[in-house]
């Protein structure tokens, strides 16, 4: 099946290097677009044998073309952890406001189909739980994640202004904490944070009490999502993400049963740091049949054995 040419950016990224493997599996040829700020050749190296798939290092910022007809543009291009985007604030604003801008102008001119990677950020630290597509959020403009937060918001304006303007037929997806194997093991999520001290025999850096909630999605689930959403979805946002909620420290306990006891530092809660986050997913279900299938246990141990690898503990 030709399901013709998907343009990715930040196709070299964590979650862009799985979405890439599953629109090549799909029957989509595939041209991954990357700066390489955050994301890693590594990640896409297996897939640079397959005559269909191509990788073209540039910065998004800039106006860019694509040779040829192009049936979807996804744009995912932007730094994510809030590690790496509060050490690359311009670059995270820019990303999210110029970089959109010029991946929907790609899709206006080809006639493609556009995909924005929005975020749970958009939502701030929520005071209705858990989130629905509905909820506006409560986010600062001015604090230490404003410039990701913001800038998605923008985005997913933009998007919006695109369809309504100039017709082009847009898709928002707003993603909850994803993990997996390909996370950078220093990019200072919690996920690879945890498993990689723990690998590595350190104490587990817990930020404030360890009681504030996230609610982890495997990489896999997440990608089957997006294409549902690409495929069959309609122009309003749906949520993607993994409805069981966990704190921080039920986190550790997961990793425990997996990799055994574990040491506990504790640290000052980051300004900003949002107290509990769940997704309701019941557009998803219903629009898509989508739900996420992997369990945190499972996980965990693809993502150890990833990271593992990483860190060349073998
Ligand atoms: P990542 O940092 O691994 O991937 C982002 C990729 O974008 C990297 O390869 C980076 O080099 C590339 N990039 C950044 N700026 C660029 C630019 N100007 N031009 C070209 N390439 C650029 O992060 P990720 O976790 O894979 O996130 C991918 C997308 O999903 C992001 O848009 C992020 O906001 C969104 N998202 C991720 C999560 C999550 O939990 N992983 C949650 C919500 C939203
Ligand atoms: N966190 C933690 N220890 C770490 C890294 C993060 O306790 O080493 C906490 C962080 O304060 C937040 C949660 O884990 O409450 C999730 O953080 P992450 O950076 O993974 O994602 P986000 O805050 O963007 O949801």
Not at 21 to 30: I, P
Not at 80 to 107: I, M, R, W
Not at 295 to 300: D, H, V, Y
Request: proline letters at 6%; charged letters at 20%; one cysteine or more.
């Amino acid at each position: 099946m030709n399901k013709g040419r998907a343009v990715i950016t930040g196709g070299a990224g964590f979650v862009g290097a799985s979405l890439c493997e599953r629109f090549l599996e799909s029957g989509y040829a595939v041209t991954a677009v990357d700066n390489l700020c955050t994301g890693r050749l590594a990640n896409i190296a297996h897939l640079q044998s397959n005559a269909q798939f191509q990788f073209e290092q540039r910065d998004v910022i800039e106006p860019f073309d694509i040779d040829g007809p192009v049936s979807a543009v996804l744009h995912f291009a932007s730094p994510a952890s809030p590690f790496d985007y509060q050490a690359l604030p311009v670059e995270t604003l820019k990303v999210g406001s110029h970089g959109t801008l010029n991946c929907l102008e790609l899709a206006k001119r080809k006639g493609s189909r556009f995909l924005l990677a929005s975020t749970s950020e958009i939502y701030g630290d929520p005071t209705e739980h858990p989130q629905r597509e509905s909820y506006l959020g409560n986010v600062s403009s001015i604090g230490p994640r404003s410039m990701y937060d913001e800038a998605k918001r923008y985005a997913e304006a933009a998007t919006m202004a695109y369809r309504r303007t100039f017709g082009v037929d847009t898709r928002i997806i707003r993603i909850f904490n994803t993990y997996g194997p390909r996370m950078k093991h220093d990019d200072g999520r919690v996920v690879s944070n945890f498993l990689s001290q723990a690998l590595r025999h350190q104490p587990l850096s817990v930020f404030g009490t360890g009681h504030q909630t996230r609610s982890f999605c495997y990489v896999d689930d997440l990608v089957g999502g997006v294409q549902l959403v690409l495929e069959r979805g309609d122009d309003q946002p749906y949520n993607l993400g993994n409805p069981n909620e966990f704190t921080m420290l039920e986190l550790i306990g997961a990793i425990e049963e997996l990799l055994g006891p574990q040491t506990v530092t504790y640290h000052p809660l980051p300004q900003d740091d949002p107290t509990r986050r769940k997704p309701d997913i019941s557009r998803a279900i219903e629009h898509l049949g989508w739900q996420p299938k992997v369990a945190l246990r499972e996980g965990l141990l693809r993502t150890a054995q990833g990271l593992r690898l990483q860190l060349g503990l073998g």
